[in-house]
């Protein structure tokens, strides 16, 4: 028989109510691969109890702590609904930690190397009365040469600014999403930027032999510029995509143009001054960024470029997102893996993580993971070919 420490009736019922819930739980199979995989990490922070934030949050936590070291409920004497709402931060911290529903962290437009927007809000947004500026893609900075195999240089020209351009890969079941290039440029302007990665985008082949353009090279798309709308004007509209595909098309520009010009946080779309011919979308307002988790690759290689000729040690940089961070990169001379390795990206959100490889000369592909946090299986996002010399 269970001692009455001082409970009432409500609170004793709870208490065995909770115990009897908490006893029929079973751990999954995959309980042993979890404890082994975290068994050297450091414990869980704050940051990714990302639903806990503030004092609030920090309360409940702090006495979910003091009961699970006590091992017994404290002797203090506790109204049923601090018990309650402490038994329901208990669930949400579970979730969260189990990284299934967490709420992520905005995605930086321009990457690990571009200044960024905090935030780009999605939805219809309309024309500010601040003064108009056009720049018409076609006016704007050339495009920069490539070699042979369209091998182009991330890094910014002399007294100019990287021009991040968004193109489209297919990913092995997660469909298409979109990854990114820069390219060269000569402007220090935000607004030329945005105008000359318009014009990059359906016009520059991208180095990357598995990334496209949605925008063919025959549609002219002419950027205009108030407060933070951005306007669109394209001489034709991207048809035959299907509605997932034209919903990236969407995408592909919007992200483009907000990388390249921070400022801009919306983008209407027009095709000679009048609403798009979208058979699938509904394009009458402008349009922010689609979540980034649902459009974005995963992860993307950095360095070393497409086709670059680079020196050992290698050095590997990518930037993503993965469940606990955790990205597995593996290269390949052939159809032999000569190493593999894991860095660790972010959970939750977009961040960069590096490495270096030794590697003797020769041809090689390196290959970005991620996994699903469920079991064994991964999804191949990127690859790069490059030698080392």
Excluded at 12 to 40: N, Q, V
Excluded at 46 to 70: A, I, M, N, Y
Excluded at 167 to 172: G, I, L, N, Q
Excluded at 239 to 267: C, K, R
């Amino acid at each position: 028989m269970t001692k009455d420490v001082g409970y009432d009736a409500l609170e004793r019922d709870l208490r065995a109510a909770l115990a009897e819930d908490a006893a029929a739980i079973a751990p999954g199979e995959a309980l042993g691969s979890i404890l082994a995989r975290t068994a050297d990490e450091p414990p869980v922070r704050d940051t990714d109890l990302r639903c806990l934030r503030g004092p609030r949050g920090l309360r409940d936590l702090r006495v979910l702590g003091d009961l699970r070291r006590g091992g017994a409920w404290p002797s203090v004497r506790w109204s049923p609904a601090v018990f309650a709402g402490a038994a329901a931060a208990a669930v949400v911290a579970v979730v969260a930690w189990a990284g299934v529903g967490h709420s992520p962290a905005p995605f930086s437009p321009g990457g690990p190397t571009q200044p960024v927007a905090t935030s780009a809000p999605t939805g219809s947004a309309s024309a500010t009365s601040a003064p108009t500026r056009s720049a018409s893609a076609t006016s704007a900075p050339s495009a920069p040469s490539t070699g042979a195999s369209g091998t182009t240089s991330a890094s910014a020209g002399q007294g100019g600014r990287a021009i991040p351009v968004y193109y489209v890969t297919e990913v092995s079941g997660a469909g298409p999403r979109l990854v990114r290039e820069f390219f060269p440029s000569s402007t220090d302007s935000a607004e030329a930027a945005a105008a000359a990665a318009l014009r990059l985008l359906s016009a520059q082949r991208p180095a990357d032999p598995d990334y496209v353009s949605l925008w063919p090279s025959s549609i002219e798309l002419r950027l205009t510029v108030s407060g933070s709308l951005a306007t669109v004007d394209a001489t034709a509209w991207p048809t035959n995509l299907g509605s997932g595909y034209e919903s990236l098309a969407v995408e592909q520009v919007v992200y483009t143009v907000t990388a390249a010009d921070p400022a801009l946080t919306s983008v209407l779309f027009r095709v000679n001054g009048a609403i798009p011919p979208s058979g699938h979308l509904d394009l009458t307002a402008a349009v922010g960024r689609g979540s980034a988790f649902s459009t974005v690759a995963d992860v993307w290689i950095l360095e070393p470029l497409q086709d670059a000729t680079v020196g050992s040690p290698v050095a590997v940089s990518v930037y993503g997102t993965a469940y606990e961070g955790a990205t597995t990169l593996k290269v390949f001379r052939g159809a032999t893996e000569v190493w593999s390795g894991t860095v660790t990206t972010a959970m939750g959100q977009y961040a960069q993580a590096s490495t270096t490889v030794d590697l003797p000369a020769g041809a090689y592909e390196l290959r970005a993971y991620t996994g699903n946090g469920k079991d064994a299986t991964v999804t191949l996002w990127d690859t790069k070919t490059f030698t080392v010399h």
